[in-house]
T-cell receptor, first 115, second 112 residues
């Protein structure tokens, strides 16, 4: 009955590899997001999708490509991984207007380590 | 002049004391604000929100104060408990922007 689930929880990979992180929400929310949290705990938005349509793309390198096959899923594919990509990546979802709901519901994060 | 609390990256309090966590936001057009709590190994969780037309909102053991004049938010936690130990974030939101912008977190440690 997990609301926002993302897999894997941990991902260790070598530089140059390509990897994907998957996210699913069962809350019926219209909007999904990817946030990146760095080692200083700073959270920065990367992408948002509303009903499968890209809404926000925050100057993220084009090695990062989100894909939303339906409004309950938002996956993140990363090509040619670099050391600086190491971080915790959070998926989140919300109603179309988070101001009329309880903000975002976050997944538990994927800790990506690039070696 | 009015005294506004500084944002501190870490805060340590004794169990049972009250905690005050401060946050400065940047956009005077933000129309609602949310406080989140992030426990170790988990994603941030909603605690309480406040609209820009309010200056105070109370929840269970938590109170959020909003000072739009100086673009400042605070989260007050009454009778702090060990389970309150976490990183706390404020987030400012503008409906037109469709996203939350998070402030720098504050790590709260509660000493028994």
């Amino acid at each position: 009955d997990t609301a926002v689930s993302q897999t894997p929880k941990y991902l260790v990979t070598q530089m140059g590899n390509d990897k994907s992180i998957k996210c699913e929400q069962n809350l019926g929310h219209d909007t999904m997001y990817w946030y990146k949290q760095d080692s200083k705990k700073f959270l920065k938005i990367m992408f948002s999708y509303n009903n499968k349509e890209l809404i926000i793309n925050e100057t993220v390198p084009n090695r990062f490509s989100p894909k939303s096959p339906d409004k309950a899923h938002l996956n993140l594919h990363i090509n040619s991984l670099e050391l600086g990509d190491s971080a915790v990546y959070f998926c989140a979802s919300s109603q179309a207007d988070p101001g009329n709901s309880r903000g975002y519901t976050f997944g538990s994060g994927t800790r990506l380590t690039v070696v | 002049g009015e005294s506004v609390g500084l944002h501190l990256p870490t805060l340590s309090v004794q169990e049972g004391d009250n905690s005050i966590i401060n946050c400065a936001y940047s956009n005077s057009a933000s129309d609602y604000f949310i406080w989140y709590k992030q426990e170790s190994g988990k994603g941030p969780q909603f605690i309480i929100d406040i609209r820009s037309n309010m200056d105070k909102r109370q929840g269970q053991r938590v109170t959020v104060l909003l000072n739009k004049t100086v673009k400042h938010l605070s989260l007050q936690i009454a009778a702090t408990q060990p389970g309150d130990s976490a990183v706390y974030f404020c987030a400012e939101n503008m409906r037109a922007a469709g996203k939350s912008t998070f402030g720098d977190g504050t790590t709260l440690t509660v000493k028994p």
